[in-house]
């Protein structure tokens, strides 16, 4: 069987004090899903207090207090839970409320959101600095790297890349894709596939006609949210309709977090796309 864990991370400060404390923290809040897995992989979940929306895994974290979406936080919502640490993310927020929880003593640590193993490996190690599990850290960094080698071992071994759509949602403002700079068109390169939606910038709308032309075998979408892209919603589009795609009916259905969290599960995240975009390769080491 082949290993399936992933983590990397990048800490970035963000004009907030990054605190260096060597002893566990007892109380915390994680305001991003992969910090909060982090935190789970680390074995210190029990020090957990809330979380963020987006932190739904693992299932003891979706039970615990929420303090909100990451990006739309309120300090007396995080503050109401008494935390000694707060860790989010640079696209966690707004700034003025992590000042506001760092001005009432809280010790907060902003990390990288950027979509890279790099950021992976930062997260974990910073993770797991500020709670003493250093060594935890180390062994969860190597598992994961051995799941991101069997994910690469698979793509070494591609002779014809396939041409892959990631669609974000799809809905009245028409079928939004990853594009070029996202955390899935990261993630579908580095699973050697061609994004054929690289010729836009960002999460955005692609035209019927642009999709027709990009002509992908195989669409990735969304799977676990409020609005769930069915198959048949998919298939019954006239311009996903005209696509290789359709003619085989080649879709996977992924979580959103699972994808494109960047936490330490990157590596089966790249090993579930690899299997799936080439299942004759699935046995290569």
Sequence with gaps: MKLRHALTSVVMGVGL????????????????????????????????????????????????????????????????????????????????????????????????????LAAVEEKIGRVANLLGRTEQGEQLWTTVQAEVADAKARVAAVQEPLRVLFILSYGDHGIVVGGANTGADQMLKMAGAVNVASGIEGYKPMTPEAIIAARPQQLVV?????????????????????TPAAESRRVLAIGGAYMLGYGPRIGQALNTLTEAFYPELADTQ
């Design 17 to 116: 004090a990054v605190s260096s404390m060597s002893s566990a923290a007892e109380r915390i809040v994680s305001a991003d899903n992969a910090l909060t897995e982090i935190v789970y992989a680390l074995g210190a979940g029990d020090q957990v207090v809330g979380v963020d929306t987006t932190s739904r895994y693992p299932s003891e974290a979706a039970k615990l207090p929420q303090v909100g979406y990451k990006r739309a936080l309120a300090a007396e919502g995080v503050l109401s839970l008494s935390p000694t640490l707060l860790i989010a993310t640079e696209d966690s927020g707004p700034p003025v409320v992590l000042e506001q929880v760092k001005e009432a003593g809280v010790t907060v640590d902003v990390m990288s959101a950027a979509p890279t």
């Design 222 to 242: 969304m799977s676990g949210g409020r609005a769930e892209i069915t198959s048949e919603q998919l298939w019954a589009d006239p311009a996903l309709s005209l």
